[in-house]
């Protein structure tokens, strides 16, 4: 049977699933989360802004991807001043989502993709790929889809501070779904600068992330009212060509033999 046209991992058949990993198709596995973005977004913003990414991949390469259904949880204690937003433990995911990609390293896929779109989620996303590398005998990479269109973004940028419902997230969703966005409720948020600590998510010498109930009243960090629908789709074009480039070089990365240099046998038994 030939592969089918079908990107989306679970409308596969058991029968068609032998195709994919016959045709060792990359596995992506999106993650989001359900969390406040302010007034003027809905709470499945990062979910629904990484699923879209990641199924317009899949349309432009049906041949070199299956996409998964989201995960569209992560970790989000920090957002509990607003109502709504749903947590959970760090642990909790990380062997969650460990043992989605497990599953599918089970069935042969040698090559998995975790493109996530919740940035509390980056540090866990990482170790589910390294655990998955050495726990399996399949490879997995993990990458924010936002990283793939920072170069877009400065080109048409307006606002100061990135970080959370912001220029970036409400531009792409006016692009993806613009009847979802409360307009008229969209207000820059308040922040608060040190020299070196800042709630921009592009600040790069320290990392912190406080309740947001301590600085923010609105649950923006940024200025959505330079958000527009053009550079949405700006931005989205250049996150899915980013990820569609990725996609051969991932596929084609060798799963290598790995040179043992010990001079006595190691013990094997041991389980880490
Ligand atoms: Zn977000």
Sequence with gaps: MATTGEYRYDRLTWEEMNDAIEA???VILPTGSTEQHGRHLPLDTDTFL???VCLEVGRRAPDQVLVLPPVPYGLNRHHFDFPGTVHIQPQVFIDFCLNIAKSVAYHGFQRLLIVNGHGSNTPLVDLVARRT???TQSLCFAANYFSFLQEAFAEVRESA???HADELETSLY???APERVRWDRAAAGNDRQGEFVSSDSTSPLVR???YWGRWTTTGVHGDPT????AKGALLFEAAVEGLVRLVPELRHW???ERADQHRLPVQHQIEF
């Design 24 to 26: 060792q198709k990359l």
């Design 50 to 52: 990484c699923y879209a």
């Design 133 to 135: 590398v050495l726990e």
């Design 174 to 176: 006016l692009h993806l």
């Design 208 to 210: 912190f992330n406080d």
């Design 161 to 163: 501070v990135v970080a």
């Design 254 to 256: 060798p799963v290598a």
């Design 226 to 229: 330079c958000a527009t629908a």
